[in-house]
């Protein structure tokens, strides 16, 4: 999950370092926004490039499946997340 303190590091150094340990999917998830964003990255060579989506639907090509990051409000008015898959 991203957050302010650790975006630079999620995004610049870590996919270097999982692209080299032959990681085939990297994923960002932000929930800083209004709506909750999930990104999907394939590795191609040695450098990630994203996957499609559709509607808030993320690819993912090592699953075979699109996911979606959904965040709703429990009644005591905390944020709780869920991974819909389809």
Known sequence: MLSDASVRK????LPAL???AGVP???HADA???EPVL????????????VGSREGWAESPCLGVSVRLQR?????GLWFFELAVR
């Open 18 to 20: 999982y692209a080299a």
């Open 32 to 34: 800083r926004g209004v």
């Open 39 to 50: 990104e999907i990255h394939r590795l191609t060579g040695s450098l990630y490039e994203p």
């Open 72 to 76: 709703d409000e429990d009644p005591s």
């Open 25 to 27: 999917e990297l994923w």
């Open 10 to 13: 999620d995004r610049d150094r």
